[in-house]
């Protein structure tokens, strides 16, 4: 079946550091892959998405690559912010299927 | 352009009671998708609806628990007899055909 493995937190970083938050799938064919972002005591936002191998989504500085030859698709930020600070999460949707599968998410926290 | 609407937002219920989760989708959405976010986890599909269907519900448990999006009104998950397990925050999203889904601001069920 189809499985979303994120990097485990909780990550703690520094204003204006550098993130990466690391996601692989398993999944057969070629599904289309999502970043969503939860604050606290919200519903989930899509953050940005990819929809075939080597495309690039991004979205408030936020950018995750589509790499089909290493099944990921991690999470980068140059200089975070403390507002950044949430639950990512990672999932993908394949084929027919319309369900998403999630990761377990990760959580950032961002200090000032 | 409203969002996904979700009501109530918190719900609470004693062991044995039903509880009725509502959730409008985006004005041109007829796609209707649930997840639950147990504590600390990741969200799990449950069901995906169309008007009047009922499209995918491999991810409901087998008992207790209903869902339906009628040709007029909101989209509905029911519980029947909740227990304490479930505790969580349901989530609905839609979607307009085959695209990205948003998500609305969950209800939070507590089981007293």
């Known amino acids: 079946g189809n499985s979303v493995t994120q990097m485990e937190g909780p990550v703690t970083l520094s204003e204006e550091a550098f993130l990466t938050i690391n996601c692989t799938y398993t999944a057969t064919g070629y599904p289309s892959l999502f970043w969503y972002v939860q604050y606290p005591g919200e519903g989930l936002q899509l953050l940005l998405k990819a929809t075939k191998a080597d495309d690039k989504g991004s979205n408030k500085g936020f950018e995750a690559t589509y790499r089909k030859e290493t099944t990921s698709f991690h999470l980068e930020k140059g200089s975070v912010q403390v507002s950044d600070s949430a639950v990512y999460f990672c999932a993908l949707i394949r084929g027919s299927a319309r369900q998403l599968t999630f990761g377990s998410g990760t959580q950032l926290t961002v200090l000032p | 352009n409203a969002g996904v609407m979700q009501n109530p937002r918190h719900l609470v219920r004693r062991r044995g009671q039903e509880a009725r989760l509502r959730c409008s989708p985006m004005k041109g959405h007829s796609h209707v998708y649930w997840y639950r976010q147990l504590p600390e986890e990741g969200l799990k599909f449950m069901v995906y609806?169309?008007?009047?269907?009922?499209?995918?519900e491999s991810g409901m448990p087998k008992e207790r628990f209903s869902a339906e999006f009628p040709k007029e009104g909101p989209s509905i998950l029911r519980i029947q007899q909740v227990v304490r397990g479930d505790s969580a925050a349901y989530f609905c999203?839609?979607?307009?055909?085959?695209?990205?889904?948003?998500f609305g601001p969950g209800t939070r069920l507590t089981v007293l």
């Open positions: 609806l169309q008007k009047e269907n009922i499209i995918d």
């Open positions: 999203a839609s979607s307009p055909r085959e695209e990205a889904q948003f």
